[in-house]
Structures are given as structure tokens and as C-alpha cells.
């Protein structure tokens, strides 16, 4: 059964304190690992698709990693703005449905 | 680009009526659409997925009488909570999957926050 989890499932930040988020996964043959970001009381917002190990993409202070079991989602010098719900995602190679992890909550504090 | 609407962003109504939500892409052809369901502090969980011009296909668990989808055209979707009860209160979200990308990227929309009195 495909698989999605998230951890830490909360956590507080230092504005310029970097850290980073895991989404560790099963599927049965991945076609696709999604980034999302949702602020309270909205819809998620795409940030990145990772398609092989080894890909790596970038937005602002965002990189999003890929292996072959997990995908790391790394926040460099973070700033308040920051703070949302972070959920990833996995969609497999035979079916378009994408499958949830259950969010890691960020603060950003100054 | 990649924007989709939902319409409306909340609603409340009296237990027992029936509510519609419509979720549109704006700038781009979707040949799927998603209906997901969010609860308080949890993730999304997917209800249906709409193909245009087809019928929608359930999760297991989510009554197909209760949550009428329609696909109408490629860049509209509705669902339809028909005689809606206080436990139907919940955030609902679409997403519409970009047909030149092989629906591998989905684009959600703003939600719309249901409330059954």
C-alpha cells in the first residue's frame, strides 16, 4: 500500500535557524513526489515536483531532495512568512491520485 | 499560470438542503479533476476523482449519492452535498491536473469552508 509520512509533525524555528522536513515513503513505482505549502484556512500551494533520486530543485530559501526512500524538504535562514503546513505528497506510476503525508506545522519566530 | 477558483469560498446552510461548490481552472485544460476533504489539523483525503465527460470514480467509504460530481466540461467541476448534515461540515478543496503535463502536477484551489447548521 503507498505510503506517505511526514515528520517532525511540528516545528518551531528561530527566524535565520535552518533546518529541514522529511517525507519518507512507499509506492508501489513512483512517477511523482509533490511539495505543498497550505496557510490556515487555504488551499495547498504547489512548491516543487521531484520525479528520480537524485533531483534536487530550488525556490528562495526552499531546496526539496529526493531518494529512493525519503524526501527532504530544506529551509535555509527561514523567516516568519515562512510558517505554514508543509505536505508532500507521492502520485504512482499507475494512477494520477496523490497520496498525503499529514503535514509538518512550521513557526517561524523572530 | 495554473490558477484554479472555487466558488464559494464558504458557505453555511440548513441541515438537510443540498450545497454546490464549483472548481474551474482558469488558465489551463484539465482532463481530471480532484475533490479532497480536510478536516481540523489533518491532511487532505481524497473523495473522487472527476474525468470530463465521464463519470467520477469513489474512495472507498465516500458515499456517491451524498457527494454528486459532475465534469462538465475541461475546466469545470462541481460537487453537489446533497442533504447535508452537521458531521458534512468540513473544508473542502479541488485540485485540476494539467493535461500538457500528463496531470503529473495538480494545481489546487482556495477551498471552501462548508458549515451545516
Known amino acids: 500500500e503507498d505510503q506517505v509520512t511526514q515528520s517532525p509533525e511540528a516545528l518551531r524555528l528561530q527566524e535565520g535557524e535552518s533546518s529541514s522536513l522529511n517525507c519518507s515513503y512507499t509506492v508501489s513505482g513512483l512517477r511523482g513526489l509533490f511539495w505543498y505549502r497550505q496557510d490556515p484556512g487555504k488551499g495547498p500551494e504547489f512548491l516543487f515536483t521531484l520525479y528520480s533520486a537524485g533531483e534536487e530543485k530550488e525556490k528562495e530559501r526552499l531546496k526539496a531532495t529526493l531518494t529512493k526512500k525519503e524526501s527532504f524538504l530544506h529551509i535555509t535562514a527561514p523567516k516568519p512568512e515562512d510558517s505554514a503546513t508543509y505536505l508532500c505528497a507521492v502520485q504512482s506510476s499507475n494512477t494520477d491520485k496523490l497520496i498525503f503525508g499529514t503535514g509538518t506545522r512550521l513557526q517561524v519566530f523572530p | 499560470g495554473a490558477v484554479v477558483s472555487q466558488h464559494p469560498s464558504w458557505v453555511i446552510c440548513k441541515s438537510g438542503t443540498s450545497v454546490k461548490i464549483e472548481c474551474r481552472s482558469l488558465?489551463?485544460?484539465?482532463?481530471?479533476m480532484f475533490w479532497y476533504r480536510q478536516f481540523p489539523k489533518q491532511s487532505l483525503m481524497l473523495m473522487a476523482t472527476s474525468n470530463e465527460g465521464s463519470k467520477a470514480t469513489y474512495e472507498q467509504g465516500v458515499e456517491k449519492d451524498k457527494f454528486l460530481i459532475n465534469h462538465a466540461s475541461l475546466t469545470l467541476s462541481t460537487l453537489t452535498v446533497t442533504s447535508a448534515h452537521p458531521e458534512d461540515s468540513s473544508f473542502y478543496i479541488c485540485?485540476?491536473?494539467?493535461?500538457?503535463?500528463?496531470?503529473?502536477?495538480?494545481?489546487f484551489g482556495p477551498g471552501t469552508r462548508l458549515t451545516v447548521t
Open positions: 488558465d489551463f485544460q484539465a482532463t481530471t
Open positions: 485540485s485540476a491536473g494539467d493535461r500538457d503535463r500528463n496531470n503529473y502536477e495538480q494545481y
